[in-house]
């Protein structure tokens, strides 16, 4: 039973466009969630996140919009940038409830086109 | 601050064998956590340590354990190899104990033929 889901394993989008990556979640006690980008043969990097008590997050280009009545999150990246081609992996933990694991989605392969 | 260490990069072993990742946190960090990645299943979470203590533990079989020493370096084994048991492994450490912007490793690529 996945509790954190990327349904688009892919998207492609031009140069200078936004990317709208979206992931959706099941457990109701996740009260942290957080955006990792991956490149091939390197370890996850940390983008941004987000704490529940917040709808919105901000930093430079990248923006994390969280809707919990929907259980709904997604990352904005405007504008797209040749660069931004990557993985990107939703993860959320419990950390209110002292689960201090992250659950992580499948992730979504991000090409951004020149 | 040199990033997260982990020895070896690429390992490749039989089935029945047993395999032993090291990592190295980046200094002044206490926890260390390891995940698997695989294709199917996306990255999962093994365990945590802080402090030399296990603190989670994902939901993964009894052939694989960790450790971490006084210096925070940890160790995972697996014992008794499957196929299945190939994947990209990885390890990331924090400040503190919890999931709060951890660092990432490279990974351990592991193939059991």
């Known amino acids: 039973d996945q509790q954190v889901k990327q349904n688009s394993p892919s998207l492609s989008v031009q140069e200078g466009r936004i990317s709208i990556l979206n992931c959706d979640y099941t457990n109701s006690m996740f009260d942290y969630f957080l955006w990792y980008k991956k490149y091939p043969a390197e370890g996850p990097t940390f983008l941004i996140s987000i704490s529940s008590i917040k709808d919105k997050n901000e930093d430079g280009r990248f923006t994390v919009f969280l809707n919990k009545s929907a259980k709904h999150l997604s990352l904005h990246i405007v504008p797209s940038q040749p660069g931004d081609s990557a993985v990107y992996f939703c993860a959320a933990d419990a950390s209110g409830a002292g689960s201090y694991q992250l659950t992580f989605g499948k992730g979504t392969k991000l090409s951004v086109i020149p | 601050k040199a990033g997260v260490t982990q020895t070896p990069r690429y390992l490749i072993k039989t089935r029945g064998q047993q395999v032993t990742l090291s990592c190295s946190p980046i200094s002044g960090h206490r926890s260390v956590s390891w995940y698997q990645q695989t294709p199917g299943q996306g990255l999962q979470f093994l365990f945590e340590y802080f402090s030399e203590t296990q603190r989670n533990k994902g939901n993964f079989p009894g052939r694989f354990s960790g450790r971490q020493f006084s210096n925070s370096r940890s160790e995972m084994n697996v014992s008794t190899l499957e196929l299945g048991d190939s994947a990209l492994y990885l390890c990331?450490?924090?400040?503190?104990?919890?999931?709060?912007?951890?660092?990432f490793g490279p990974g351990t690529r592991l193939t059991v033929l």
């Open positions: 990331a450490s924090s400040s503190r104990l919890g999931t709060d912007t951890q660092y």
